[in-house]
């Protein structure tokens, strides 16, 4: 069976790794390379609008990349990537987190920059790579871009990311601010998710030493919703602390128009994460006024905090 190449986010996938993924592969075609754009697990509601309002196709979905060549979009650890990549063959990544355990055979074009969104960079390779970018890819990059910052408003947004939104815009042919909100909006359904499917619908695993942390994130214009469902939250994330053996798993609520979240602990450490944190659990819970990126704020103190 001959082997496919795919571009390709982390599991649990949002709007910025699928959007990724669709742009990366195109820039590969554009380029006389044969790439599909893939995903590693089912598109929130966020994705979806986005997927339609650009009249987009989904990515192909896939299960188990053993055998496969990769190019890997949005992240770079083991502990993220699709079932099956440590034995496919990975040839590139494009990603704005933090250099993590991903190894290659050879060497690969590695690109990782400290911006608020991998379409930020998908947009500058374009540039490097002479290829125009279409009104329906500008409005795919830009929809991953706001959708990671939180419409420039996250922490982790740069001047870069901010420039970039303009001309993406200007391309796209949209009022940033205004489709910004349109996402704000879908972001925030949680229709009838149960609170495990809440747990898990934007979740990443970090391995730190001999010790694995969780975190899940809820973003929402309606913090209610969820605080309103606490316990049932709370024992949600015990359930898959029990099952997956995690040293600590959080759970940011993040209120979007706030600028804000509530974390909820489960497993060990809960002292310690507190006070890398910042704040005090009290109950399970701690309110982190400001905090609304799981990337810059609350993943480097809490693993400092494990080590």
Do not use: C
């Not at 996938?13 to 993924?21: E, G, K, L, Q, Y």
Request: no cysteine; charged share 30%; net charge negative.
């Amino acid at each position: 069976m001959s082997q496919s190449t795919y571009a390709i986010g982390h599991q649990q996938p949002d709007t910025d790794t699928v959007i990724s993924a669709i742009a990366l592969a195109r820039l590969k075609q554009a380029q006389g390379t044969d790439v599909v754009a893939a995903r590693a697990g089912e598109l929130n509601p966020e994705t979806e609008f986005v997927l339609d309002r650009w009249s987009v196709d989904s990515p192909t979905l896939l299960e188990d990349a053993t055998d496969e060549e990769l190019l890997l979009v949005d992240h770079n650890e083991y502990s993220q990537t699709v079932a099956g990549a440590r034995e496919a063959t990975i040839t590139q990544v494009v990603d704005h987190h933090r250099i993590g355990d991903v190894t290659t055979g050879d060497p690969i074009s590695f690109r990782a920059e400290p911006v608020g969104s991998t379409g930020t960079i998908l947009t500058g390779l374009y540039d490097e790579a002479g290829v125009d970018i279409d009104e329906e890819t500008a409005g795919l990059l830009l929809s991953g871009l706001l959708s990671d910052t939180v419409v420039l408003r996250s922490p982790t947004t740069t001047d870069t990311d901010r420039e970039v939104a303009e001309r993406l815009a200007d391309i796209a042919g949209v009022d940033y601010e205004e489709y910004g909100k349109e996402l704000l909006a879908q972001k925030s359904k949680l229709g009838e998710k149960s609170p495990r499917e809440m747990v898990l619908g934007d979740f990443k695993e970090y391995d730190i030493g001999d010790d694995v942390l969780g975190i899940g994130q809820i973003e929402t214009v309606e913090p209610e919703t969820v605080l309103d469902q606490r316990d049932a939250v709370i024992e949600a994330m015990d359930e898959v602390v029990a099952e997956r053996g995690y040293a600590v798993l959080l759970v940011l609520v993040t209120d979007l128009l706030e600028e804000e979240s509530t974390a909820f602990i489960a497993g060990d450490h809960t002292e310690a994460v507190g006070d890398a944190l910042d704040s005090t659990f009290t109950d399970r819970e701690a309110f982190l006024p400001g905090v609304m990126s799981r990337k810059k704020q609350v993943v480097p103190p809490v693993e400092d905090a494990l080590k």
